[in-house]
């Protein structure tokens, strides 16, 4: 028998962010495909487009009309899934079925006027004030007592269920912990304790020591491949400084941030030369008033591409019943976004 080696051999890897394994199979990139092959998504779209409901001056679905805005737009969802407004209660029949009340507030960030364009297209000013209205409405809707956890993710293209593509992100926050801030809650929590240190200072070491899997950097921040990544491409971008919200950033650093995302996103576009579809948002501290120095901000980026525009990965089957897999290695698939260029 050989020796057991990552690259040759099946495993699982441990997520020490989640509690959660991925089962890594790299002997498994070759094999066939004659399942789903998604339609080319090279998308020009025109500055302005008169039936889209997020470009200035235009109605919404709603009947409210957007302002001639030149910058970044905030506005509360029309169709919001959490209201602040609903009365408090509760539902209990036995420890078996069990309901509660969940207040909250939905809002929509658009990242510019312009209907064509991406963060990778955007430049790094304009990515600026989309980072300073994150910060903003970080504070704002952290600072209801009953918000407890502000969610801010981005829905990139229609693989990933983006309704329109127009630059916008969404902005959840609600009275309770999500699941999975909640399992992150937890374990860097319970690091903390036990090592008096924090889990992602830790954890950044132990990469910018390998060097494997990181993508790229710069003065604040570094975008990595996971160790446990479950989607192909995955990267989680993280802050050097130990800082454990948005809210924390010099003037610096929320440049910075804004520099990484669009490096992470033009390397995204040019793995395959299209409009890389994804899911991204941030993690940090919950809006609970306390201090939690056992969290570290980060952001993970979720894309579903796997070998091709044409061909993305599907969490089902084993997936959905036992545990993530995945079938290119982190190590490989960090590499490959590392060698690519970005655009200015
Ligand atoms: P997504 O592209 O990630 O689905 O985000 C768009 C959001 O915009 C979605 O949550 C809201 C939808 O409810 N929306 C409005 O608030 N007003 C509209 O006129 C249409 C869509
Ligand atoms: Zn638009």
Redesign the pocket.
Known sequence: MTEFQLTRHPHRRFNPLTGEWVLVSPQRTERPWQGQVEESQLDEQPTYDPDC??CPGN????G?RNPPYTGTFV???????LRPDIPEGRMQEGALVVAESERGI?R?VCFSPRHDLTVARMRVPEIRQVVDTWVEQYQELGAHPFINWVQI???RGAQ?????P?P???IWAEEQAPNESRKEAQSQSEYHSAQGSCLLCDYLEVELRSQERLVCENDGFVALVPFWAVWPFEIMVMSKRHVTGLDDFSDTERTNLAGILKQVTSRYDNLFQVSFPYTMGFHQRPTDGKPHPEWHLHAHFYPPLLRSASIRKFMVGYELLATPQRDITAETAAQRLRDLGESD
């Open positions: 409901y997020l109605v919404r679905a709603g409210v506005f509360d969802n029309d169709f919001a899934a939905c929509v993710f981005e829905n990933m269920g983006a309704s329109n127009h916008h992100c969404q």
